[in-house]
T-cell receptor, first 116, second 115 residues
Framework: KAGVTQTPRYLIKTRGQQVTLSCSPI?????VSWYQQTPGQGLQFLFE???????NKGNFPGRFSGRQFSNSRSEMNVSTLELGDSALYLC???????????????FGPGTRLTVL | AQTVTQSQPEMSVQEAETVTLSCTYD???????LFWYKQPPSRQMILVIR??????QNATENRFSVNFQKAAKSFSLKISDSQLGDAAMYFC????????????FGTGTSLTVIP
C-alpha cells in the first residue's frame, strides 16, 4: 500500500496570506489527523476528521480549519498567516477497525510552511 | 488533558551498545495505548513500537523493546545493538480510547549514535 502523502512538501508565504495543505491517507484509512510541529512547542494536535466529520479539535485559533472529502482525503487551511505559523505540518491516517481500535497512526512526510 | 514527559532532550550511545529512553505520562484512565515513534532527519515519523495498557507483557520488536510500568506510569524504550540508522528524534505518545484518536506526544529525545 502507498503511504500517507502530503502536498506540497514546502511552502513559502507572507504574513496575511492564506494557505491550503493537502493530505491523502493510506487506502482504506478513514481517519485523518493533523499536527503542527515546531521546535519550541513540539507536536501539537490540530484536529481529526473521520467520515468527513471533525471529531476532535486541539487548542488552536479559528484561523486553522480543515475538511475531509468522501474519498478520505483531507485539506487543512490556515487564514491570515502569522510568523508563528511557520512549522512542519504533519498528517496522520488511521484505519479505526473497531470501537476500541488499537490501530496506529501512520504519518506523512509533512509540509514545511515558512511564513515571511 | 493527558501529559507525556520525556526528561532526556538528548542521548548518545556507542554503536552496538544498548540505550534506554525514558517516558512518563499522567493519566487517570485504566485503558489506553502507548507508542514510540522515530523521526529521522528526513522528518518522516515512523512507528517503532506500541503497547496496550491492558497487556502486562512488554512489547518487543526486534532490537526494540519497552519496559512498561503501569503503576509508575512509565514507558521506556530500550534499543539494543544500536546502529547508525537509529539516530533520530524519538517521541513517546499516549492515546486514549475516550478522546477519539487524539495522540499526546512528548517533547522528544534526540538520539545520537557514535560510530
Amino acid at each position: 500500500k502507498a503511504g500517507v502523502t502530503q502536498t506540497p512538501r514546502y511552502l513559502i508565504k507572507t504574513r496575511g496570506q492564506q494557505v491550503t495543505l493537502s493530505c491523502s491517507p493510506i487506502s482504506g484509512h478513514r481517519s485523518v489527523s493533523w499536527y503542527q510541529q515546531t521546535p519550541g512547542q513540539g507536536l501539537q494536535f490540530l484536529f481529526e476528521y473521520f467520515s468527513e466529520t471533525q471529531r476532535n479539535k486541539g487548542n488552536f485559533p479559528g484561523r486553522f480549519s480543515g475538511r475531509q472529502f468522501s474519498n478520505s482525503r483531507s485539506e487543512m487551511n490556515v487564514s491570515t498567516l502569522e510568523l508563528g505559523d511557520s512549522a512542519l505540518y504533519l498528517c496522520a491516517s488511521q484505519s479505526l477497525s473497531g470501537l476500541l481500535s488499537t490501530d496506529t497512526q501512520y504519518f506523512g512526510p509533512g509540509t514545511r510552511l515558512t511564513v515571511l | 488533558a493527558q501529559t507525556v514527559t520525556q526528561s532526556q532532550p538528548e542521548m548518545s550511545v556507542q554503536e552496538a551498545e544498548t540505550v534506554t529512553l525514558s517516558c512518563t505520562y499522567d493519566t487517570s484512565e485504566s485503558d489506553y495505548y502507548l507508542f514510540w515513534y522515530k523521526q529521522p532527519p528526513s522528518r518522516q515519523m515512523i512507528l517503532v513500537i506500541r503497547q496496550e495498557a491492558y497487556k502486562q507483557q512488554n512489547a518487543t520488536e526486534n532490537r526494540f523493546s519497552v519496559n512498561f510500568q503501569k503503576a509508575a506510569k512509565s514507558f521506556s524504550l530500550k534499543i539494543s545493538d544500536s546502529q547508525l540508522g537509529d539516530a533520530a528524534m524519538y517521541f513517546c505518545a499516549y492515546r486514549s480510547p475516550n478522546t477519539g484518536n487524539q495522540f499526546y506526544f512528548g517533547t522528544g529525545t534526540s538520539l545520537t549514535v557514535i560510530p
